[in-house]
């Protein structure tokens, strides 16, 4: 858990502090570099100690971390390091076990019938205790992703603040290729959002599923903040337990998923490394034929890059550093936006660099 926060802030701010010890004397300032170098050894440290099973397949605390989280993590870390063959080796290690497959529906991976599936290598759990009211409910602040205003299925079920939305070049990407299993269940559509997409005329005419009601029956209504509102940060009303009104209530957040790992795999070979657990496309595959879309004959590093883009968009902020690893500024450069590398990390508080500057 240290080395996914340590992965996650420097990510975020890049030169960061390597926390090994409660003594303040004995922090370090640590390139992100050498913390994701430090994260892959601590990482091989860890592995020989950890259960070897599936995190649902622990009996002590059932969903806990196992062997496969952590080379989940040191492959990620290995990704920022751009140490392809050891982003292979790891994820090859996980395939190869056996242990793993995908969650056969992708809309309810995200949703109460996904918790602790057979996809999930870290998972932050939450329960509302299977009861209607009463104290003990630990959950996740989802009304943060929510729409505003929504009609719900279940009336009385809370609506979100509406403070996180797909762009409208994800969700034209996804009509581009065909995507309807996939994009279904990671947009909320408005009606405000479907006219927006269809003022370009290369979208004009929308597939009939593209509607402002839910495949489980919630209406997502026009509202100010945003047109579209993220489905894998959703939990239908008809799915909250009865009594339970919080938006989102009882819903895990999934961290690490098997198909991030496939991909990460097949990226790594698809880049050069030695296969360690079949082709690239055909770890792609895998992802492509639970999404319903046909099989590829071979596979580019481009390619692998447009599966991550759809199988996890709106997850962890995984299409953001992937490009910003990449030095693909024109990715990140769509609706007046203007990205460039000098932007890749987020600026200290001007609280906290006082602090850091009296860290030798």
Do not use: C
């Not at 405000?192 to 495949?215: H, M, Q, Y």
């Not at 795999?265 to 030695?274: F, I, M, Q, S």
């Amino acid at each position: 858990m240290s080395a996914f926060l340590h992965l996650e802030v420097s990510r975020v701010w890049g030169k960061v502090i390597l926390v090994e010890t409660p003594d303040q004397t004995q922090l370090k300032m640590k390139s992100k570099e050498e913390i994701m170098q430090w994260i892959s050894a601590k990482m091989d440290e860890a592995i020989p100690y950890l259960p070897d099973m599936r995190p649902n397949q622990r009996g002590d605390i059932k969903g806990g971390i196992t062997k496969y989280t952590a080379l989940a993590i040191k492959a990620m870390a290995n990704l920022e390091l751009k140490n392809y063959q050891a982003v292979a080796d790891a994820t090859g290690a996980i395939i190869n076990s056996g242990k793993f497959s995908l969650y056969s529906d992708f809309n309810n991976l995200f949703k109460i019938p996904g918790k602790l599936a057979d996809e999930n290598l870290l998972e932050v759990q939450y329960s509302d205790l299977g009861v209607a009211s009463g104290g003990g409910s630990i959950n996740h602040l989802w009304a943060f992703y929510g729409p505003q205003g929504w009609t719900p299925s279940v009336a009385g079920s809370n609506d979100g603040w509406g403070f996180y939305e797909p762009s409208l070049k994800y969700i034209k990407f996804m009509l581009s290729r065909g995507e309807k299993k996939r994009l279904q269940s990671s947009v909320l559509f408005t009606n405000r959002g479907i006219n927006k997409i269809k003022e370009d005329p290369a979208f004009a005419t929308l597939p009939t599923w593209v509607s402002n009601t839910t495949i489980e029956g919630d209406v997502i209504n026009d509202y100010t903040r945003a047109m579209f509102a993220s489905g894998k940060h959703y939990l239908p009303s008809n799915q909250l337990t009865a009594g339970r009104k919080d938006y989102g209530s009882n819903k895990n957040f999934i961290i690490v998923r098997y198909a991030e790992i496939l991909l990460m795999y097949a990226e790594a070979v698809a880049r050069g490394a030695n296969p360690t657990a079949g082709s690239a496309v055909n770890a792609v595959n895998i992802v492509r034929n639970r999404a319903g879309l046909s099989a590829l004959a071979s596979v580019t590093a481009d390619q692998v890059m447009d599966e991550k883009y759809a199988e996890l968009g709106m997850e962890w902020g995984i299409r953001y550093y992937d490009m910003v690893r990449l030095g693909n500024t024109a990715a990140l450069s769509y609706d007046g936006r203007t990205f460039t590398m000098d932007k890749q990390f987020l600026p200290y508080p001007l609280a906290q660099i006082d602090k850091i500057n009296s860290i030798k």
